[in-house]
């Protein structure tokens, strides 16, 4: 037989994006070619998020709108992965009847023989087991003809148990890979064009330490920094209470380093910290934004911030309101607290109406556009180096691409400059993106 062809929907973070590449790799090595046409799909695949309410929500939105595919195509399967598949198992079944496959996060790389179980026999599967390694960690994800930025997954799970998130339960323990994989996926992803790779994890800077013999994040940074090819290094996400004076210290002496961190908060106030089980007080969390200003003056600082966590007074809020006014994020993810199944906040007292959770919201996204948008039009006048990535999405005469500090910049330019690096002038700041004029010189 020829080629079916694989629909995938991603929900959530850019570990849910690179499973999904992932997912892609692996079945194409049963003959399945992706399509952005679900109706043309032969598998359809949702990759879920369970981290709040509203993305689980969508998820199940989603799966409602394409399950319909079935009554015109009964050999279509469909599969419901990730997070949220992890959360709920044979749930997912008993909530919506046609699905075929349900799929954790640690069984990925199960995918292929799933599917040509499915095909065989149509009957259900759910698999949600956790395993000692995680087999899809290290499937090689080969770049789009043309693209120079990849991910590449360093580590997969927390230990940590935040009161409010769902992430240890459904991504297990913390584990790493070798550095010596992930230096040899770099490699391979330089040779084939590939300019700037950013590390994934939940919390990258407690990298290494179930590995025997024991590694660190530093160590890992410094050898990828030594990459052939390889011209910009990001990562993310880092827990503020394992960023080390040595990590802080790689954004002055290592040049592939990118200036920007995404470093999250969640509250600006010591008590409601403590209640999240976030293992840092207010103060020392500023401490390190300091450092981070000292030793590297131009970087930019992105953060996430929950309100309406329970317990959180008036003051509590605006105790994160000082904070944000302070420090002056470049950009934040706000979220309303959203109670998740099986964690510790559950149980707390104190519980902040909705309509005060959306009030505190709006004036908090309120704050954070103003200084988001002073920080952009500061940026006027200044030449920014760019990684070009393609075009833009405003207009198809025109390029994008990113600055170090993680700013999106359009300008006009030829095709022939997506890869390389250049300089362009900034002359307007906007809300969510930087325009310029390119140097040529």
């Given at each position: 037989?020829?080629h079916?062809?694989?629909y995938?929907?991603?929900?959530?973070?850019?570990?849910?994006?690179?499973d999904?590449?992932?997912?892609?790799?692996l079945?194409k090595?049963?003959?399945?070619?992706?399509t952005?046409?679900?109706a043309?799909?032969?598998?359809?695949?949702?990759?879920?998020?369970s981290?709040?309410?509203?993305a689980?929500?969508?998820?199940f939105?989603?799966?409602?709108?394409l399950?319909k595919?079935?009554?015109?195509n009964?050999?279509?399967?469909?599969g419901f992965?990730?997070?949220l598949?992890?959360h709920?198992?044979?749930?997912?079944?008993?909530?919506?009847?046609?699905?075929?496959?349900?799929?954790g996060?640690?069984?990925?790389h199960?995918?292929?023989?799933?599917?040509k179980?499915?095909?065989?026999?149509?009957?259900k599967?759910?698999q949600?087991?956790f395993s000692?390694?995680i087999e899809s960690?290290?499937?090689?994800?080969?770049?789009?003809?043309?693209?120079?930025?990849?991910?590449?997954?360093i580590?997969?799970?927390?230990?940590?148990?935040?009161?409010?998130?769902?992430?240890?339960?459904?991504?297990?323990p913390?584990?790493?890979?070798?550095?010596?994989?992930?230096?040899?996926?770099?490699?391979k992803?330089?040779?084939?064009g590939?300019?700037?790779?950013?590390?994934?994890?939940?919390?990258v800077?407690?990298?290494?330490?179930?590995?025997q013999?024991?590694?660190d994040f530093?160590?890992?940074?410094?050898?990828?920094?030594?990459?052939?090819?390889?011209?910009?290094?990001r990562f993310?996400?880092?827990?503020?209470?394992d960023?080390?004076a040595?990590?802080?210290?790689?954004f002055?002496?290592l040049?592939?380093?990118?200036?920007?961190?995404?470093?999250?908060?969640?509250?600006?106030?010591?008590?409601?910290?403590?209640?999240?089980?976030?293992?840092?007080?207010?103060?020392?969390?500023?401490e390190?934004?300091?450092?981070l200003?000292?030793v590297?003056?131009e970087?930019?600082?992105?953060?996430?911030?929950?309100v309406g966590?329970?317990?959180?007074t008036?003051?509590?809020y605006?105790?994160?309101?000082?904070?944000?006014?302070?420090?002056?994020?470049?950009?934040?993810?706000?979220f309303?607290?959203?109670d998740?199944?099986?964690t510790?906040?559950?149980?707390?007292?104190g519980?902040?109406?909705?309509?005060?959770?959306?009030?505190?919201l709006?004036?908090?996204?309120?704050?954070?556009?103003?200084?988001?948008?002073?920080?952009n039009?500061a940026?006027?006048?200044?030449?920014?180096?760019?990684?070009?990535?393609?075009?833009?999405?405003?207009?198809?005469?025109d390029?994008?691409?990113?600055?170090?500090s993680?700013r999106?910049?359009?300008f006009?330019?030829?095709?022939?400059?997506?890869?390389?690096?250049?300089?362009?002038?900034?002359?307007?700041?906007?809300?969510?993106?930087?325009?310029?004029?390119?140097i040529?010189d």
């Open positions: 037989m020829g079916r062809y694989l995938i929907e991603t929900f959530g973070c850019q570990m849910n994006v690179h999904s590449e992932q997912m892609a790799v079945l090595d049963i003959d399945y070619e992706q952005e046409d679900s043309k799909a032969d598998l359809i695949l949702i990759n879920t998020c981290i709040r309410e509203k689980e929500q969508k998820a939105s989603e799966l409602g709108r399950i595919l079935k009554e015109k009964p050999e279509l399967i469909v992965l990730g997070c598949a992890q709920l198992g044979r749930g997912v079944h008993k909530r919506v009847q046609n699905v075929d496959l349900v799929v996060t640690h069984n990925i199960r995918l292929p023989e799933m599917v179980s499915i095909q065989k026999d149509r009957k599967i759910t949600i087991g000692s390694k960690l290290g499937v090689f994800v080969s770049p789009q003809a043309g693209s120079i930025s990849s991910f590449v997954s580590m997969q799970g927390c230990d940590n148990y935040c009161a409010y998130c769902v992430v240890p339960y459904l991504r297990g913390e584990m790493s890979r070798t550095p010596e994989d992930v230096i040899t996926e770099i490699k992803l330089a040779v084939c590939v300019r700037e790779v950013t590390l994934l994890g939940q919390n800077n407690s990298y290494g330490k179930n590995l013999p024991k590694s530093v160590t890992l940074i410094k050898k990828i920094n030594e990459i052939e090819g390889i011209e910009r290094i993310t996400t880092s827990n503020p209470k960023l080390s040595d990590l802080i210290d790689c002055r002496e040049a592939k380093l990118c200036e920007h961190i995404h470093l999250p908060m969640q509250s600006g106030s010591g008590r409601v910290l403590k209640l999240m089980n976030r293992g840092y007080s207010a103060s020392e969390y500023f390190k934004i300091d450092r200003r000292s590297c003056p970087i930019s600082i992105t953060s996430d911030i929950i966590f329970p317990g959180e008036q003051k509590d605006q105790e994160t309101i000082d904070m944000m006014e302070k420090i002056r994020f470049d950009s934040v993810f706000s309303k607290y959203s998740r199944r099986g510790a906040a559950l149980d707390l007292p519980r902040v109406p909705e309509a005060e959770k959306t009030k505190r709006k004036e908090l996204q309120a704050l954070q556009d103003r200084h988001t948008q002073e920080k039009t940026l006027e006048g200044s030449v920014q180096e760019v990684l070009v990535e393609g075009r833009s999405r405003n207009s198809a005469q390029l994008t691409g990113r600055t170090r993680w999106i910049v359009n006009k330019g030829d095709m022939g400059l997506i890869g390389r690096k250049v300089s362009v002038k900034i002359t307007r700041g906007y809300l969510h993106s930087l325009w310029g004029k390119m040529t």
